[in-house]
C-alpha cells in the first residue's frame, strides 16, 4: 500500500508560482510512476504531469507545457509540481498519483494509477 499526501496549494494571483509537493510512505515509490492530476469543478479530472522513476521520460499536458514542472527526489520518496507563469484557468484541485507500471501515452490515463493522494486545492486569482 503506498499513501501519498499533497501539499503547497493555495491561492495566487494570475502570473504568480506555486510548488506542490506529494510525500510518499507506506512503501518506497523510486521505481513507481508518478503522475498529477487535476480537477476543476464541473470538470473530469485532466491529466497535467508525469514523470518515470528514474526521470528520464516526463509528459506534459500541453496547456501547461512551459509553465509547469515535475520532479521527484526519491530519496526523500516525494515528487514535486513547480508551477509558474499561473493562470486563471488552473484553478483546481491537484491530486498526485502513482503506479508501479504504466505503459507510454497510458500516463495520461487517471484509472491507469493505483494510488491517489486526497488532493490540494489551487486558486488563482486576478
Known amino acids: 500500500q503506498v499513501q501519498l499526501v499533497e ?25 513507481d510512476i508518478m503522475g498529477w ?12 504531469a508525469a514523470m ?6 516526463t509528459y506534459y499536458a500541453d496547456s501547461v507545457k512551459g509553465r509547469f514542472s515535475i520532479s521527484r527526489d526519491n530519496a ?28 507510454g501515452l497510458r500516463v495520461r490515463i487517471p484509472h491507469e494509477y493505483e494510488y491517489w493522494g486526497q488532493g490540494t486545492q489551487v486558486t488563482v486569482s486576478s
Open 37 to 48: 492530476f487535476r480537477q476543476a469543478p464541473g470538470k473530469e479530472r485532466e491529466f497535467v
Open 76 to 103: 526523500k520518496n516525494t515528487v514535486y509540481l513547480q508551477m509558474n507563469s499561473l493562470k486563471l484557468e488552473d484553478t483546481a484541485v491537484y491530486y498526485c498519483a502513482a503506479d508501479r507500471s504504466i505503459p
Open 52 to 57: 518515470t522513476w528514474n526521470g528520464v521520460s
Open 7 to 31: 501539499s503547497g496549494g493555495g491561492l495566487v494571483q494570475a502570473g504568480g508560482s506555486l510548488r506542490l509537493s506529494c510525500a510518499a510512505s507506506g512503501r518506497t515509490v523510486s521505481s
